[in-house]
């Protein structure tokens, strides 16, 4: 099969021919029709992630099952599926309380640990892939099926756990980018008012097309004044930071209302320093969101089969101009997310 191969940190894909996978007991081998290309597997290419090489990477992925293991049930040739990016073991506590993410026995995630989406085929264990709901139109759509596990998954994780309600006020650090553009939309379709702050003004249309009803050039402004002047002084109920800087983090909290909810995820990861006095005398939540459920996959799934909310995928490539595509990615120059098409249509 073709698939795109790092050999190192930093290095350019390669193109190349490498074995068919073949399944093995409690294994199934799908055939890739498209693979979302996002901030997480540049990371991974970059070398800002440690991976072992060579891997393929990649792992929003619109597939259809070719082999089956033995021992293998739920599963057949034939079936539409996407993938569970982390390599959970389903059986332990977490994993049985519907917390796959917080795995006990995780071993790793797909695309970093074992081999992943950029290639005509794919091999995992069995329980790993999800089978794609009716009313998908997935050969026709195979990038925006592939994205759907990350780019409406996460933000409908991250309205539960921000507990957001209509009428409230949610401010978007990170707002142009890949997640953060649909946090938008997810956030407006909650029935919040959405603010996006960003520091790329060239996205901020991209931003309101999505929901958002207010914008901040964090590149211009001060942000948690602005934050505090749209909202008369209130702030805001909901601050998600995509970014994770040591300054996002701090503009987030600071910007918060009274009983207001901050939640960070992906990103820099970095440290940050908080009021404890102010924790106290507004009653603040600051807290993490690891990825997403398996549940909250179908859930996402279910969602855009009805036509509630669709995935903004605005770059489409083919294998060939992988490379092209993640130094967009590195600049930061996509809107919305990005994606291979390997054995489907645009």
């Given at each position: 099969?073709?698939a795109l191969v ?6 350019a ?9 073949v399944?093995g ?8 029709l498209?693979?979302?290309?996002g901030?997480?597997?540049?990371h ?5 992630t ?6 393929i990477?990649?792992?929003e ?9 033995a021992g ?7 079936d539409a599926?996407?993938?569970y990016?982390y ?6 506590r ?6 796959e993410?917080?795995?006990?026995n995780t ?11 950029y290639a ?15 009313g998908?139109?997935y050969?026709?759509?195979p990038?925006?099926?592939?994205v759907?596990?990350d780019a409406?998954?996460t ?7 921000t ?5 409230e006020?949610?401010?978007v650090?990170?707002a142009g ?6 946090q938008v ?14 520091t790329r003004?060239?996205k901020?249309?991209?931003?309101r ?7 901040i ?14 909202t008369?002084?209130?702030g805001?109920?909901?601050a998600i ?9 701090e503009q ?5 209302a009274v009983?207001g909810?901050?939640v ?5 990861g970095q440290?940050?320093q908080?009021?404890?006095r102010?924790l106290?005398a ?9 990825y997403?459920t ?11 089969a ?5 995935p903004l995928v ?6 060939e ?5 993640h130094?967009?990615?590195e ?14 249509s645009?």
């Amino acid at each position: 099969m073709k698939a795109l191969v790092l050999h190192g940190p930093g290095e350019a894909f390669d193109l190349t021919e490498v074995p068919d996978p073949v399944a093995g007991p409690g294994e199934a081998v799908a055939r890739i029709l498209a693979c979302g290309a996002g901030l997480t597997i540049q990371h991974n290419k970059a070398g800002r992630t440690k991976i072992g090489f060579p891997r393929i990477i990649g792992h929003e992925i619109t597939a259809e099952i070719v082999e089956v293991g033995a021992g293998v049930s739920g599963l057949a040739v034939g079936d539409a599926v996407t993938a569970y990016y982390y390599l959970n073991c389903g059986q332990c506590r977490r994993c049985l309380q519907n917390l796959e993410p917080l795995c006990e026995n995780t071993a790793g995630n797909v695309g970093k640990e074992c081999d992943g989406g950029y290639a005509e085929y794919i091999k995992l264990p069995a329980h790993i892939f999800l089978k794609l709901p009716d009313g998908l139109d997935y050969k026709a759509h195979p990038a925006e099926i592939g994205v759907v596990c990350d780019a409406i998954a996460t933000p409908l994780k991250v309205n539960r756990r921000t507990r957001t309600q209509p009428g409230e006020t949610v401010c978007v650090f990170g707002a142009g980018g890949g997640l953060g553009i649909h946090q938008v939309m997810m956030s407006a379709w909650a029935g919040a008012r959405v603010i996006a702050i960003d520091t790329r003004a060239e996205k901020f249309d991209a931003c309101r097309n999505a929901g958002a009803d207010a914008v901040i050039d964090a590149s211009k402004e001060n942000v948690i004044a602005a934050i505090h002047e749209m909202t008369g002084g209130r702030g805001a109920d909901v601050a998600i930071d995509y970014v994770s800087a040591t300054l996002t983090l701090e503009q987030a909290v600071g910007g918060l209302a009274v009983k207001g909810r901050m939640v960070t995820l992906g990103g820099a990861g970095q440290r940050f320093q908080v009021d404890a006095r102010e924790l106290l005398a507004k009653e603040l939540d600051v807290l993490g969101s690891r990825y997403v459920t398996r549940a909250e996959i179908i859930a996402a799934l279910d969602l855009v089969a009805r036509g509630v909310v669709w995935p903004l995928v605005t770059e489409k490539r083919s294998m060939e101009e992988a490379e092209a595509l993640h130094e967009r990615l590195e600049a930061g120059a996509v809107i919305g997310r990005a994606a291979l098409i390997i054995g489907g249509s645009a």
